[in-house]
T-cell receptor
Framework: GDSVTQMEGPVTLSEEAFLTINCTYT??????LFWYVQYPGEGLQLLLK?????DKGSNKGFEATYRKETTSFHLEKGSVQVSDSAVYFC??????????????FGQGTTLQVKP | DAGITQSPRHKVTETGTPVTLRCHQT?????MYWYRQDPGHGLRLIHY???????DKGEVSDGYSVSRSKTEDFLLTLESATSSQTSVYFC???????????????FGQGTRLTVV
């Protein structure tokens, strides 16, 4: 079945450092790919998404490109802030007739940014 | 913010007791989902609903049942709670589920359940 694998955390960075969180997936067809963020004590929020190969999702300085040839959707940010400290989830979903919109998540990566 | 309310937010219960978690939405979205979040596993789908009285199982449905008698409410029941069901439970809603790739899923704030 479909699956998502993320790099193990936690990731600890200093403020203004460059961030990469790796995500690879296994899926049939052409799923949509997502990054969700979970701040402490809160639910998940959609950070960005991409719905087809070579699409780049971006939001709040974060970017991720849908790479079908490497089945990857790595999250990047050029300069992290303390406020970016959170858990980040990579996820996929299949669309089309017969699909339910359920999300398949990676295990999550905790990011801690120190001042 | 999407109108999703989960209740209770925290609960401690004893092994063997029944527990019901409630998800209430004010968005009139058709699809509703229950996920559980566990360290090392991310979120995994328990059950989902695609309309009133229409529900189906997810990947970790054993020990759980659901009901949806109204569009706005989706209940998750643990018939006889076990320690392995200690987790954080999230409800999510989606307007068109898997029919529209541009649809976004919105999540509630979660319920932390501890079974002792």
């Amino acid at each position: 079945g479909d699956s998502v694998t993320q790099m193990e955390g936690p990731v600890t960075l200093s403020e203004e450092a460059f961030l990469t969180i790796n995500c690879t997936y296994t899926a049939t067809g052409y799923p949509s790919l997502f990054w969700y963020v979970q701040y402490p004590g809160e639910g998940l929020q959609l950070l960005l998404k991409a719905t087809k190969a070579d699409d780049k999702g971006s939001n709040k300085g974060f970017e991720a490109t849908y790479r079908k040839e490497t089945t990857s959707f790595h999250l990047e940010k050029g300069s992290v802030q303390v406020s970016d400290s959170a858990v980040y989830f990579c996820a996929l979903s299949q669309y089309g007739s017969g699909n339910t919109g359920k999300l398949i998540f990676g295990q999550g990566t905790t990011l801690q940014v120190k001042p | 913010d999407a109108g999703i309310t989960q209740s209770p937010r925290h609960k401690v219960t004893e092994t063997g007791t029944p527990v019901t978690l409630r998800c209430h939405q004010t968005e009139n979205h058709r699809y509703m989902y229950w996920y559980r979040q566990d360290p090392g596993h991310g979120l995994r789908l328990i059950h989902y609903s695609y309309g009133v009285k229409d529900t189906d199982k997810g990947e970790v449905s054993d020990g759980y049942s659901v009901s949806r008698s109204k569009t706005e409410d989706f209940l998750l029941t643990l018939e006889s709670a076990t320690s392995s069901q200690t987790s954080v439970y999230f409800c999510a809603i989606s307007e068109s589920g898997g029919l529209n790739m541009n649809t976004e899923a919105f999540f509630g704030q979660g319920t932390r359940l501890t079974v002792v």
